[in-house]
Structures are given as structure tokens and as C-alpha cells.
């Protein structure tokens, strides 16, 4: 019996410090929450694009940044700078049913938007989300967001 319990006081203590070095990543290197899972790793942008069925970054996105965070889900955080009107008819040809709206949950987002794929993408995306911070100089910095779930 007191093996048992020593070995799960091992198995805690082991998960509390692996969760506790988790938990101080910082957003820039793609952590979403202290939760170890959900700690992001940069990939190339094609895997990323290639996720949500895109073979490209809309024609002058700028800036690009991908990562990839695994948990339950998939999701990828795809992250450009683009023209606003640049951004809108990229978004009109790709996601035709995507309306982007104001009052975000995100506190830095102007604007936002999540659309059900349907069919599902290929590559494993069953969704796409979308926050726009638009920027002084007409210009947006754009999250685009396909995930599994």
C-alpha cells in the first residue's frame, strides 16, 4: 500500500513541475494558456495553410508567422499584416459565409469571426476562426485560426 501511494505522489509531483515550467512560456513563443498541451510550436506557414486546404497567404499578407498548438484539438495560429481591402477580398473568395463582427471576446481584436467548414477541409480543419486588429496606417494584423474541433 505505501508503495502505491509513493508512486502517486511521485506521478503528482512529477505533473505539478512539468505543469508549473509550462505555465511560464510567453505569448510571443505561442503558449495559449499555462495548460503544457497547449504550448505552441512554430511551423513552416505551408503546413499551416495546408491544415485549412489553402495553398497560399492572401496575395500582399506580410509578416507571416504559423503555429501549431496540439491538445485535444489541433489548431493552428496563422499570423499575417495585410491592406483592410486586401484582407476583405481575400476573406470573399475563401470563406464567402465568414462575416466578421465588432465586440470580440478578444480584447485586441476589432474584429471577428469563426465559420464551420463545410465540407471539412482535406487537410483536418473542421473550422476557421478570424481576429482583425486593424492597424493606424490602413492596415489589419490578422490571426487566422483553422483548428479540429
Known sequence: MG???????????????????SAGLDEGEGA???D???????VPCREALRFAD????PSGAKDAACVMHHGIDTL???RFRIARTG??????????GL?????CVQEDADRCGTLT???????????????VRDEGDGRALVHYRPFDT
Request: hydrophobic share 50%; with cysteine; charged share 15%.
Open 3 to 21: 508503495g502505491l501511494v509513493a508512486a502517486l505522489a511521485l506521478v503528482c509531483l512529477g505533473w505539478a513541475v512539468w505543469a508549473t515550467a
Open 32 to 34: 495559449r494558456t499555462g
Open 36 to 42: 503544457p498541451r497547449s504550448a505552441g510550436v512554430k
Open 54 to 57: 489553402q495553398v497560399r497567404l
Open 76 to 78: 493552428y495560429d496563422i
Open 87 to 96: 484582407l476583405g477580398a481575400w476573406l470573399g473568395e475563401v470563406y464567402p
Open 99 to 103: 462575416e466578421l463582427r465588432t465586440g
Open 117 to 131: 467548414l463545410d465540407p471539412y477541409a482535406e487537410g483536418g480543419a473542421v473550422a476557421v476562426e478570424v481576429t
